[in-house]
C-alpha cells in the first residue's frame, strides 16, 4: 500500500517518536510510506535521516487553504490509498483527502478532539481517549482502540551507565523523561522529594540511618521552557534532584536506576512508561487518563491519585527498602510489555485498520 503520514509540530515528544516508529514498521512490512508537514519540524528531519520521502506542508492552522490544496494535489498524484492524520491538526487535513483516498487519523490526547471526525476511521491509543471520542459525537463502529509501541532496544551495563551518568553504587535512583510542561508534572516530583528528604533528615536527628537519604531523583528532558525554568529554580537548593537535559538515548540508560515514576496531571497512555516495562523496571505513576491501561496497581507497578504527593513519596519509600518487590514487579512489568506493547503488535494492528478500509 501506498500510505501517507500526515502531522503538523516542531517539537518532539511521544507522538513524533511513534510517528517514526510506525513508519519504520510499515515499510519493514513493504508497504511505500512518505510524510507530509513542515519540512523544517524535528520529525521531519528524523525521518529524512531514515530516508524517507518527506513533503513539505506548512499548514498553517486549520484553515489553510493552499495547504489543503496541496496535499490533496499530493495524494491524487501519487496515487496515495491511506493518508492518515495525527493529531487534531493532521487528522483535519487528512480527512480532507476522503474522497479521493481512505483517511484514517490517530487520536494521541484525552484533550477534546475538536474537528476529528473528517476521517474514515480512528484509532484511538487507549480506551480513555476512545470515551473522549464517542463523548464527541463519533461512533463506537468507527474506532479501533489499540496502544502504541516501543521498540526493544539494547541497553547499557549498569554499573558503567552509574559511572557514566556520575550515580553513586548505593544511591537509589528514581528516573522520569518527559517534556518540561504543566502536565507532566515534574514539579509534584519534586515535591515526593522534598518530603522524602525531611522524613531522612528527621530519622538521622533521632539517631537512625535513614535510607531515604540516598535516594536521588534524575529528570531527563530539555528545561528550556517556562515550566522548565521554574521547575529548575524550584530544585535550586534540592541535592538529590539531578537535570540530564534532552536525552535521544532514553533506553538506553534506563539500567541505571532503580525506579520509573510519572506524576503526570495529564496523559493519554505514557509511551515513557512501555520503555520502562521493556527494561524491566517498575513505575510508580499518577492515576490519570489511559495510565492504568498501562499500569496494573500492585503487579507492575503503583498507581497514586492526581497531586498525591504523600502517596507518592509513600510508595517510593516502600519500594527504597524492598528489592524482592522490585523484581517481582519489574518481572510482571516486562511480561506485560512482550504480550501488549511491542512495535510488532502497534504495526500488525494498524495494518489490520488500512487493510478492512480497502474491502
Known amino acids: 500500500m501506498k500510505i501517507l503520514h500526515v502531522f503538523h509540530d516542531h517539537g518532539y515528544g511521544g507522538i513524533q517518536q ?8 510499515l515499510r519493514e ?8 508537514g513542515p519540512k523544517d519540524s524535528w520529525i521531519a528531519e528524523r525521518l529524512l535521516e531514515e530516508k524517507f520521502e518527506i513533503f513539505h506542508l506548512p499548514m498553517h492552522g486549520l484553515f489553510d487553504i493552499r495547504s489543503h490544496l496541496r496535499l490533496w494535489q499530493w495524494v491524487k498524484k501519487n496515487g496515495i490509498q491511506i493518508v492518515h492524520g495525527h ?7 487528512a480527512g480532507k483527502c476522503s474522497d479521493i483516498a481512505r483517511t484514517v487519523c490517530t487520536a494521541h490526547s484525552t484533550k477534546p478532539p475538536n474537528r476529528m471526525g473528517g476521517c474514515q476511521k480512528m484509532i484511538a491509543i487507549t480506551d480513555a481517549v476512545k470515551r473522549v471520542l464517542t463523548d464527541a459525537g463519533n461512533p463506537e463502529t468507527k474506532i479501533s ?5 516501543v521498540p526493544d532496544v539494547p541497553r547499557g551495563d549498569r554499573r558503567a551507565l552509574r559511572q557514566e551518568l556520575g550515580i553513586a553504587p548505593e544511591t537509589f535512583a528514581l528516573f522520569n523523561a518527559g517534556r518540561f510542561v504543566r502536565d507532566k508534572g515534574q514539579d509534584i516530583l519534586l515535591s515526593a522529594m522534598r518530603l522524602l528528604k525531611e522524613r531522612a533528615c528527621d530519622e538521622i536527628d533521632g539517631g537512625r540511618a535513614s535510607p531515604r537519604a540516598e535516594c536521588h531523583l534524575y529528570l531527563a528532558g530539555d528545561t528550556a521552557t517556562e515550566f522548565g525554568k521554574e521547575v529548575t529554580q524550584q530544585a535550586m537548593d534540592m541535592d538529590n534532584v539531578h ?20 506524576a503526570s496531571r495529564r496523559e493519554a497512555f505514557g509511551l515513557s512508561l512501555v520503555e520502562a516495562f521493556a527494561a ?8 490519570v487518563g489511559g495510565v492504568a491501561e498501562v499500569v ?18 509513600d510508595d517510593i519509600e516502600m519500594l527504597i527498602g524492598d528489592g524482592s518487590a522490585r523484581a517481582t514487579l519489574g518481572h510482571y512489568a516486562r511480561q506485560r510489555y512482550e504480550e501488549l506493547f511491542t512495535v510488532e503488535a502497534m504495526v500488525k494492528k494498524t495494518e489490520q485498520v488500512y487493510t478492512a478500509m480497502q474491502k
Not at 18 to 25: A, E
Not at 29 to 36: K, P
Not at 306 to 312: G, Q, R, S
Request: hydrophobic share 45%; charged share 15%.
Open 280 to 287: 524491566s523496571m517498575p513505575v510508580i505513576a499518577t492515576n
Open 243 to 262: 537535570f540530564l537535559g534532552y536525552r535521544d538515548d532514553v533506553q538506553r540508560i534506563l539500567p541505571a536506576f532503580d525506579v520509573y515514576v510519572s
Open 87 to 93: 493529531g487534531v491538526r493532521g487528522a483535519y487535513y
Open 296 to 313: 496494573t496497581d500492585n503487579k507492575t507497578g503503583f498507581l497514586v491519585p492526581n497531586e498525591d504527593i504523600v502517596a507518592l513519596a
Open 29 to 36: 512490512h513493504g508497504h511505500d510510506v512518505s510524510f507530509a
Open 145 to 149: 482502540v489499540f496502544p502504541h509501541g
Open 18 to 25: 511513534h510517528i517514526v516508529l510506525l513508519m519504520k514498521g
